[in-house]
């Protein structure tokens, strides 16, 4: 990709508000200027003037060529591909309006997101309403495009009525090989309130309706991907080649969610295929091993808004839990909270240093007690704020902890223990990669403007990986000191040398 002639926005339309008219087909003008290569020029020349499904395909294909990309190039293509299913939303395409709600909640939970994140759940529900009226609105259609079908998967056997596809195939015009990533990304719904909340006539009852209004009236989507066979694997050996083991576990549940997706064709409301969700893992390692950046990694790699509980240290329920009516503070329980939040009913809850949070029995609760009450009754758990069942059986859990024996044994038999082993010093060069792609990303900088790692430094910080018993906490602080040192001599050296800074 032509990296000098991206427009510093048009990757980052699918950001904007909603347009019509000369606005969208300006967009679409300014998007297929951007040179990718051959194939998508000529799909993106033929999109300006087309109609929803040109745009779309286009979206689509370089969505999903940001899988197999550099970590730059891949943003740039992913941030391309929203834009054009962004065009595709705005001339009324139902799937692309869903994936642009799905992709902006997730950008919301972004440790830096691009806009404030009030603005981008309240895009994503836009979006998702966009999308719930173009395909409700609709009337029924007659054989295998309308009727009535019942779920697959968790909380199958609830009958609804499935809105007609704008496309027979949803994945048509992409390539091959894209067209399963194409079909994973399309959400399934869920409906995690059956019978709405308790008291809805009080005056707390009123306004909690009105908060978490995201959660009634019907089924909200369930987001995430399915990364592909092998993908996962792939990942793990260029980033956490010490963790295999963790790999191996999430390959496998990938490839169960990949077969109980096949043959089904996605639906731009209620999705197809398994619905993206983890069984509760706990990773188990020293500090500084990386569990809380490796959970955080997992909710990325499978399209997940993740959402982060420091459970360390706290003497009740740590947040976990509802806050009860009657209080000014309150609210329902955190995945709740998170569906809300980010539009869907599968979030991640990171359940951070679980192994030193309060234990069952104290007068305030504890965060072991709500855990375990949450998976144990997952498909009706009682929220006591809302005063009513919610279903949240598609919500994924990953416990953190440096000893798994200081869990609660029934909370402890719900998690399926992954022990992350200390990185060897051998793993020192793949983790600096990992480290500096990450601040490539976060800084939004060109690689080739980023200061280099010597032999010299990469010895240097051999011995300092040694010398702290193999933190990579101290590393990443050591790593950023570098840069910035470098970054300090780098910008004097322009100074003296009589160039000017942009």
Same mark, same amino acid.
């Given at each position: 990709?032509?990296?000098?002639?991206?427009?510093?926005?048009?990757?980052?339309?699918?950001?904007?508000?909603?347009?019509?008219?000369?606005?969208?087909?300006?967009?679409?003008?300014?998007?297929?200027?951007?040179?990718?290569?051959?194939?998508?020029?000529?799909?993106?020349?033929?999109?300006?003037?087309?109609?929803?499904?040109?745009?779309?395909?286009?979206?689509?294909?370089?969505?999903?060529?940001?899988?197999?990309?550099?970590?730059?190039?891949?943003?740039?293509?992913?941030?391309?591909?929203?834009?054009?299913?962004?065009? =595709?939303?705005? @001339? $009324?395409? &139902?799937?692309?309006?869903?994936? #642009? %709600?799905?992709?902006? !909640?997730? *950008?919301?939970? /972004?440790?830096?997101?691009?806009?404030?994140?009030?603005?981008?759940?309240?895009?994503?529900?836009?979006?998702?309403?966009?999308?719930?009226?173009?395909?409700?609105?609709?009337?029924?259609?007659?054989?295998?495009?309308?009727?009535?079908?019942?779920?697959?998967?968790?909380?199958?056997?609830?009958?609804?009525?499935?809105?007609?596809?704008?496309?027979?195939?949803?994945?048509?015009?992409?390539?091959?090989?894209?067209?399963?990533?194409?079909?994973? =990304?399309?959400? @399934? $719904?869920? &409906?995690?309130?059956?019978?709405? #909340? %308790?008291?809805?006539? !009080?005056? *707390?009852?009123? /306004?909690?309706?009105?908060?978490?209004?995201?959660?009634?009236?019907?089924?909200?989507?369930?987001?995430?991907?399915?990364?592909?066979?092998?993908?996962?694997?792939?990942?793990?050996?260029?980033?956490?080649?010490?963790?295999?083991?963790?790999?191996?576990?999430?390959?496998?549940?990938?490839?169960?969610?990949?077969?109980?997706?096949?043959?089904?064709?996605?639906?731009?409301?209620?999705?197809?295929?398994?619905?993206?969700?983890?069984?509760?893992?706990?990773?188990?390692?020293?500090?500084?091993?990386?569990?809380?950046?490796?959970?955080?990694?997992?909710?990325?790699?499978?399209?997940?808004?993740?959402?982060?509980?420091?459970?360390?240290?706290?003497?009740?329920?740590?947040?976990?839990?509802?806050?009860?009516?009657?209080?000014?503070?309150?609210?329902?329980?955190?995945?709740?909270?998170?569906?809300?939040?980010?539009?869907?009913?599968?979030?991640?809850?990171?359940?951070?240093?679980?192994?030193?949070?309060?234990?069952?029995?104290?007068?305030?609760?504890?965060?072991?007690?709500?855990?375990?009450?949450?998976?144990?009754?997952?498909?009706?758990?009682?929220?006591?704020?809302?005063?009513?069942?919610?279903?949240?059986?598609?919500?994924?859990?990953?416990?953190?902890?440096?000893?798994?024996?200081?869990?609660?044994?029934?909370?402890?038999?719900?998690?399926?223990?992954?022990?992350?082993?200390?990185?060897?010093?051998?793993?020192?060069?793949?983790?600096?990669?990992?480290?500096?792609?990450?601040?490539?990303?976060?800084?939004?900088?060109?690689?080739?403007?980023?200061?280099?790692?010597?032999?010299?430094?990469?010895?240097?910080?051999?011995?300092?990986?040694?010398?702290?018993?193999?933190?990579?906490?101290?590393?990443?602080?050591?790593?950023?000191?570098?840069?910035?040192?470098?970054?300090?001599?780098?910008?004097?050296?322009?100074?003296?040398?009589?160039?000017?800074?942009?």
């Amino acid at each position: 990709m032509d990296a000098e002639r991206l427009s510093p926005r048009v990757d980052e339309m699918w950001l904007e508000p909603h347009a019509a008219g000369e606005g969208v087909r300006n967009a679409a003008a300014a998007l297929a200027g951007v040179s990718v290569d051959t194939l998508f020029n000529r799909m993106a020349s033929s999109a300006v003037a087309g109609g929803p499904d040109a745009a779309y395909a286009v979206g689509m294909a370089l969505v999903a060529s940001a899988l197999d990309a550099s970590p730059v190039e891949g943003t740039m293509h992913r941030g391309l591909g929203l834009s054009w299913l962004w065009i =595709a939303a705005c @001339r $009324g395409h &139902v799937a692309a309006a869903m994936e #642009i %709600g799905r992709s902006l !909640s997730a *950008e919301s939970a /972004a440790e830096f997101p691009r806009r404030p994140q009030a603005d981008l759940s309240s895009l994503a529900q836009h979006w998702f309403n966009v999308a719930t009226a173009a395909g409700t609105d609709r009337p029924a259609a007659a054989g295998p495009i309308g009727g009535l079908r019942t779920g697959r998967g968790r909380g199958a056997g609830i009958p609804r009525v499935v809105p007609p596809q704008p496309l027979a195939d949803p994945a048509r015009g992409l390539p091959r090989e894209s067209r399963r990533s194409a079909s994973a =990304a399309f959400p @399934r $719904g869920k &409906v995690v309130l059956r019978q709405g #909340i %308790g008291d809805p006539a !009080s005056t *707390e009852g009123t /306004a909690l309706a009105k908060r978490y209004a995201a959660l009634l009236g019907g089924p909200i989507p369930c987001v995430g991907r399915v990364p592909k066979p092998g993908e996962i694997m792939a990942f793990f050996e260029r980033k956490w080649p010490w963790a295999m083991c963790v790999a191996e576990h999430l390959q496998s549940q990938a490839d169960l969610l990949t077969l109980a997706g096949l043959g089904h064709s996605a639906d731009p409301i209620y999705g197809g295929g398994a619905t993206v969700t983890i069984e509760p893992i706990l990773l188990v390692g020293e500090p500084g091993s990386g569990k809380t950046r490796l959970a955080k990694a997992i909710g990325d790699l499978f399209g997940l808004p993740r959402v982060l509980v420091p459970c360390g240290g706290s003497s009740d329920h740590g947040g976990l839990a509802a806050f009860s009516r009657g209080w000014s503070t309150a609210r329902a329980c955190a995945p709740a909270q998170a569906m809300a939040e980010h539009g869907c009913a599968n979030p991640l809850m990171i359940l951070d240093e679980i192994d030193k949070a309060s234990r069952p029995g104290g007068q305030n609760g504890s965060v072991m007690g709500t855990a375990l009450s949450m998976m144990e009754e997952a498909q009706e758990y009682h929220d006591s704020c809302l005063m009513a069942p919610i279903d949240l059986s598609a919500v994924t859990f990953i416990g953190i902890a440096n000893d798994e024996k200081l869990l609660e044994s029934a909370l402890l038999d719900r998690f399926d223990v992954q022990r992350i082993p200390r990185p060897k010093s051998e793993h020192v060069p793949v983790i600096l990669e990992a480290i500096r792609d990450d601040v490539i990303e976060r800084l939004g900088i060109h690689p080739s403007a980023f200061p280099k790692t010597t032999r010299e430094d990469l010895k240097r910080f051999r011995d300092l990986f040694d010398g702290s018993s193999g933190s990579l906490r101290v590393l990443r602080k050591a790593y950023r000191r570098m840069i910035g040192v470098k970054a300090g001599l780098q910008l004097r050296d322009d100074m003296d040398g009589g160039r000017q800074l942009n």
